[in-house]
């Protein structure tokens, strides 16, 4: 089994050319790839363009959401741990990042990741998680582009 973990900049999803960009591009990945799973978040813009994408293509998926569950479109199971406290931190988003990453690794050894970096954006979540794909062993594959205004 071939694993993709799709993260991507959740600006990507506000502006004309940019939100284009993205989704040709996390089709395109997906399609050329061929994976037999695709792995992502729940934000906004990549994440939800990957979603679409394994919807229509019928692609099998992995939805890591903030809310502390794995939704496989079937079934839900938590990725939380015992004295996790999102209400209070407000690294729970990178924390999310790093065990979705960790558990990609973990069960697809060799695995890509794709990630859509908008250089203009205020927040490197996108960064942190490729990083720590890269670091994990993944190949990751950098797309960085943006609207400039």
């Known amino acids: 089994m071939t694993a993709l973990l799709i993260t991507g900049s959740r ?3 506000t502006r004309g050319q940019s939100i284009r960009r993205s989704r040709i591009l996390v089709a395109w ?12 978040g729940d934000a906004v813009g990549p994440d939800e363009y ?7 293509l019928r692609i099998p998926y992995r939805l890591w959401a903030l809310s502390g569950w794995i939704d496989d479109g079937n079934a839900s199971r938590p990725w939380v741990k015992d004295g996790d406290d999102p209400e209070h931190t407000s ?27 908008d250089p203009c954006s205020t927040t490197h979540g996108t960064e942190h998680t490729a990083w720590l794909a890269q670091r994990a062993g993944l190949r990751v594959i950098w797309c960085a582009y943006g609207d400039v205004t």
């Open 91 to 117: 690294r729970w988003p990178l924390i999310r990042d790093e065990r979705m990453v960790a558990a990609v690794a973990h069960h697809y050894p060799g695995a890509n990741c794709v990630a859509l970096v």
């Open 29 to 40: 990945s997906i399609l050329s790839l061929s994976p037999t799973v695709v792995v992502f």
């Open 11 to 13: 600006s990507l999803s």
């Open 50 to 56: 990957a979603r679409d994408v394994c919807h229509l």
